[in-house]
């Protein structure tokens, strides 16, 4: 017989229940059953300090949300400053292509006008 | 230390003078019907070219043509009656237009109807511009362009495209302000 299944007997040999054992579980359950807890008891029961981590959660969301506001914010900002360049980025060089076309076009003409004459 | 504090002005003029100093034109908003600023210095053309889209066939031209430009300045004024502006308002322009790399391409004066048409070239400089003035009794519009243009792909996007029609709202001080 190896020594672990030799461990394993001792472990789990049959023992008796101490005497009172049974008196004990009645008397238990006998006992009338204590009040319900309140909401706040409940939510209390977090900031216990076993649930310390709820605490620290609680103070991370509390700085990330707001940094996260003005993030989005300055990001919104950027990109309505971006769409307003490009709309006059895109007149300026339409203005410019449109008088260069009518400098082009009255170039044109006046040769036209030369070679008639 | 003096020297590197005179050098560094220098340079900051010397890239400040490519674009035409149009200030004196701001008076003549008052008087105007109509005005459209536009002031594209460096950071905002780069944040304006950047919003392009390049699946837009018209953005995707605008795209490439000021792919290569430092600043894009235009100022149109449309006026009610004749003699809003005098002729020294253009003047003013044309003598920074005298400098030297500057050289005048196209000059087309109308007796008839009044209009006055010039584009002018800068070349033999690193960078190179684009000026046009185009004057008539009632509209006065000066476009300065600083940096390499092709100005076929430019008048082709004038012709096919033409002015749109975008409601720049009439100049504000505060717009202004943003502007530079």
């Given at each position: 017989?190896?020594?672990?299944?030799?461990?394993?007997?001792?472990?789990?040999?049959?023992?008796?229940?101490?005497?009172?054992?049974?008196?004990?579980?009645?008397?238990?359950?006998?006992?009338?059953?204590?009040?319900?807890?309140?909401?706040?008891?409940?939510?209390?029961?977090?900031?216990?300090?076993?649930?310390?981590?709820?605490?620290?959660?609680?103070?991370?969301?509390?700085v990330?949300?707001?940094?996260?506001?003005?993030?989005?914010?300055?990001?919104?900002?950027?990109?309505?400053?971006?769409?307003?360049?490009?709309?006059?980025?895109?007149?300026?060089?339409?203005?410019?292509?449109?008088?260069?076309?009518?400098?082009?076009?009255?170039?044109?003409?006046?040769?036209?006008?030369?070679?008639r004459? | 230390?003096?020297i590197?504090?005179?050098?560094?002005?220098c340079?900051?003029?010397?890239?400040?003078?490519?674009?035409?100093?149009?200030?004196?034109?701001?008076?003549?908003?008052?008087?105007?019907?109509?005005?459209?600023?536009?002031?594209?210095?460096?950071?905002?053309?780069k944040?304006?070219?950047?919003?392009?889209?390049?699946?837009?066939?018209?953005?995707?031209?605008?795209?490439?043509?000021?792919?290569?430009?430092?600043?894009?300045?235009?100022?149109?004024?449309?006026?009610?009656?004749?003699?809003?502006?005098?002729?020294a308002?253009?003047?003013?322009?044309?003598?920074?237009?005298?400098?030297?790399?500057?050289?005048r391409?196209?000059?087309?004066?109308?007796?008839k109807?009044?209009?006055?048409?010039?584009?002018?070239?800068?070349?033999?400089?690193?960078?190179?511009?684009?000026?046009?003035?185009?004057a008539?009794?009632?509209?006065?519009?000066?476009?300065?362009?600083?940096?390499?243009?092709?100005?076929?792909?430019?008048?082709?996007?004038?012709?096919s495209?033409?002015?749109?029609?975008?409601?720049?709202?009439?100049?504000?001080p505060?717009?202004?302000?943003?502007?530079?």
């Amino acid at each position: 017989m190896s020594y672990l299944e030799e461990d394993l007997k001792t472990a789990l040999r049959r023992e008796a229940a101490p005497s009172d054992f049974a008196e004990r579980v009645l008397s238990r359950l006998n006992q009338p059953a204590g009040p319900e807890p309140s909401w706040w008891e409940l939510l209390a029961v977090l900031l216990l300090p076993p649930r310390l981590q709820w605490v620290a959660l609680s103070v991370l969301f509390s700085v990330m949300i707001p940094v996260a506001g003005v993030q989005y914010r300055k990001q919104q900002r950027m990109r309505a400053e971006g769409e307003r360049a490009k709309e006059q980025l895109v007149f300026a060089v339409r203005v410019a292509g449109d008088k260069l076309h009518h400098v082009q076009q009255r170039v044109l003409e006046i040769g036209r006008m030369d070679t008639r004459l | 230390m003096k020297i590197l504090w005179s050098l560094t002005l220098c340079i900051g003029a010397a890239a400040y003078g490519q674009a035409l100093d149009l200030k004196h034109l701001d008076r003549l908003a008052d008087k105007a019907s109509n005005v459209a600023d536009v002031t594209l210095d460096g950071s905002l053309l780069k944040i304006g070219a950047k919003f392009l889209s390049a699946d837009d066939p018209d953005q995707a031209k605008i795209k490439k043509l000021v792919a290569e430009l430092k600043g894009v300045y235009v100022k149109t004024f449309t006026f009610e009656q004749e003699g809003a502006y005098s002729e020294a308002d253009i003047t003013s322009i044309r003598k920074q237009l005298q400098s030297p790399g500057w050289s005048r391409i196209v000059g087309i004066q109308s007796k008839k109807n009044g209009e006055n048409a010039e584009v002018y070239l800068k070349t033999g400089q690193p960078g190179g511009g684009l000026a046009i003035i185009c004057a008539n009794p009632k509209e006065l519009t000066v476009v300065n362009i600083v940096g390499k243009i092709d100005l076929d792909e430019l008048s082709e996007l004038g012709g096919s495209l033409g002015v749109p029609n975008i409601d720049l709202e009439k100049a504000k001080p505060a717009n202004k302000k943003d502007d530079h």
